[in-house]
């Protein structure tokens, strides 16, 4: 395939996981003849774009928008059924915010569009099919359900129905998804678009020392569930826990006691306690689980309450030996058993190291079938 193809990127910005995998991706493709020529996220008005994400993706043209979210449940949790009603209340603005990515289409004339689980990307497809738009390859761990193998917690009818469908919207007019899986699987029966990929984890991971020392590393957004821990550590104050999450103001740092210490999302400063924690104490977000197993950091993941989607990830992980999953931030059960854990990544480390090529190869081929014919841009 003939090199210096242009891509645009359309992420889904809720969660820090899609922008770090889009990170991920940007190397790759750069290293490889290609060009990012825009960048889109889509998020919410209580989401900021974070400051290492605006550093990596300087010079290229960077665009925020309205998209879906979710509704908060006492700061903690998903409230699905008001997630559900204010969404279709902001139904006009994403549609607004689909011509928004139309005009990028239309102005930067990319050769793909790479999806990372960006709903918007959808609403584009749905009024211009191809070969009106540019083909688009849509990539996210949530790909993996549509896989006979994948491993679901028992129960959940109505959620996995409601994810399902969920994933497959973002899925519309994608002529490939990439899942992304912590462990290879065999090629999926039921979608002829699923290919199965390794994760995508920035290049800073790979290159840190991993020591033990003795502290637990947290990871959390949402402000009640860092209070859960910050109740947790008054009964236990001999624990020493670093928390990272939103803090409002301008503290980067907020030291809580000597052993309870706050800090302000920063990529640098996490990825340096990644690296010399203990262990590694989040939600269940498939990105920083990847990231733990890497350096082969035991992981207690606590799914946000509501969100199956995150049930699916601990379960899965949990499943594969990377870590304890949990119902609450109660961390005594987690200490117990982390205790009598021997640390090994069960061979992730080689199995990531195919993303790249595999990834390239998906898109090369993806490229190869497209018509000849020149594109017709939207307008």
């Known amino acids: 395939m003939k090199a210096d193809k242009k891509v645009l990127f359309t992420i889904q910005g809720e969660g820090r996981g899609h922008m770090t995998q889009a990170i991920a991706l940007k190397s790759i493709l750069e290293q490889n003849g290609y060009t990012i020529c825009a960048v889109l996220i889509g998020a919410s008005k209580r989401r900021v774009i974070p400051e290492f994400v605006i550093k990596k ?3 290229i043209p960077l665009i925020k928008i309205p998209s879906p979210n979710f509704v908060l449940k006492d700061n903690k949790g998903i409230d699905l059924f008001k997630t559900l009603i204010h969404n279709a209340r902001e139904l006009s603005t994403y549609h607004r915010s689909a011509r928004i990515l139309a005009d990028l289409v239309c102005f930067h004339r990319p050769d793909v569009i790479i999806n990372f689980y960006e709903p918007i990307t959808a609403l584009f497809a749905s009024k211009h099919a191809e070969p009106n738009r540019p083909p688009i390859i ?5 790909y993996l359900n549509k896989h006979e193998h994948y491993k679901h917690p028992p129960g959940h009818f109505l959620d996995r129905l409601f994810l399902k469908a969920y994933t497959n919207f973002t899925a519309k007019g994608s002529s490939k998804l990439l899942g992304l899986s912590i462990y290879p699987l065999p090629p999926a029966k039921q979608s ?10 920035r290049g800073e991971i790979k290159q840190l020392k991993t020591i033990k020392e003795d502290f637990l590393l947290c990871y959390t957004v949402n402000p009640g569930y860092r209070e859960d821990l910050i109740n947790w550590h008054l009964d236990n104050p001999d624990t020493e826990l670093h928390i990272f999450t ?15 210490t706050l800090h ?3 990529d640098v400063k996490f990825l340096d306690f990644m690296a010399r924690c203990k262990a590694l104490v989040s939600t269940a977000g498939f990105e920083s689980i990847c990231e733990a197993y890497y350096l082969d ?5 606590v799914p946000v309450e509501g969100h199956f989607e995150q049930l699916c990830n601990a379960y899965d992980a949990a499943s594969a030996g990377v870590g304890l999953k949990g119902d609450n931030f109660n961390l005594t059960p987690f ?3 982390l205790s009598l854990q021997q640390q090994s990544n069960g061979g992730f480390r080689d199995w990531e190291q195919q ?3 595999m990834i390239l190869a998906e898109l090369d081929k993806e490229l190869l079938q497209q018509s000849m014919s020149p594109q017709l841009i939207p307008a």
């Open 297 to 301: 950091k035991k992981c207690f993941m």
């Open 57 to 59: 993706f300087a010079g």
């Open 192 to 201: 002829s678009r699923l290919a199965v990929v390794p994760p995508l984890l």
């Open 246 to 260: 939103d803090l409002d103001g301008s503290h980067d740092t907020i030291i809580v006691h000597p052993n309870l």
């Open 138 to 142: 849509s990539i996210a761990h949530q």
């Open 355 to 357: 993303a790249g090529a």
């Open 335 to 337: 200490l117990k058993w």
């Open 264 to 266: 302000r999302l920063n």
